[in-house]
């Protein structure tokens, strides 16, 4: 990589609070809003699948913890998964 360039994380971010924030960044707010989803001293767990859709889970709680004013403290704490460590079924 560049070292001029941005880690990829940081252009997810600035790409979700600039070009995507009314598809992804506001719903995704809204909800966590809406329905309460995080109170203070959570310990959230996010699982890393390297999927789309988990990466992008990660990306928004980053967001989330980092800019939040209104949210009280909670801890993310990202994992990832293995496959490797899961053993076949051969019955």
Known sequence: MNPLEAPRWQLAERSLSKKYRKEIWNPFIEAVKRYRLIEAG????VC???GKDSMLLAVLMRMLQRYS?????FRRNPSGIVPSLTK???S
Not at 42 to 45: C, F, L, S, T, Y
Not at 69 to 73: E, G, R, V
């Open 42 to 45: 959570d310990r959230i767990a």
């Open 48 to 50: 890393i699948s390297g």
């Open 69 to 73: 004013t209104w949210l009280p403290s």
């Open 88 to 90: 076949p079924s051969r």
